[in-house]
């Protein structure tokens, strides 16, 4: 019996072994795709509160997607609750820190609340991305 119980254990041990190498490999992939498919349905809705509202729980669902942040970002700008509109294109640039327009939303932010030395800062990092921004510059 106890052989018996050592082999179940075992194959059980292998089993779940296996189970959790494939894991990993199909579910980023697999969050990545839906993300993506987040962006693009919610990026042609045209109602700001649907979007907003759409937005909230697509961010939660992909926390580390920077064009959701930025889209999030960008809906709370237009209500105009710009401090929740920075915490969301902050996590954008973290999310890529080669994300010029969020940059350049900061600074419009910063500058919009007599925050220049942030705003410059912001429109500097931007410009250092994508340097033939006009109305950056």
């Known amino acids: 019996m106890k052989k018996r119980n050592i082999a179940n254990s075992a194959a059980l041990a292998v089993g779940c072994l296996l189970l959790s190498c494939l894991l990993p490999v199909a579910g980023p992939a697999h969050a990545a795709d839906e ?35 930025y889209m999030f970002g960008y809906s709370l700008e237009r209500l105009r609750k710009y401090d929740e509109a920075v915490k969301y294109y902050l996590a954008a640039t973290e999310a890529n820190p080669k994300y010029a327009k969020a940059y350049f939303s900061l600074g419009d932010i910063y500058l919009s609340q007599d925050e220049t030395a942030s705003a410059v800062k912001a429109y500097e990092k931007g410009l250092k991305l994508e340097p033939g921004n006009e109305r950056a510059k």
Do not use: F
Request: glycine content about 6%; hydrophobic content about 35%.
């Open 35 to 69: 993300c993506a498919q987040l962006v693009g349905t919610i990026g042609q809705e045209r109602d700001l509160i649907t979007r907003r509202d759409k937005l909230i729980q697509a961010v939660k669902q992909c926390p580390k997607n920077a064009d959701l942040n």
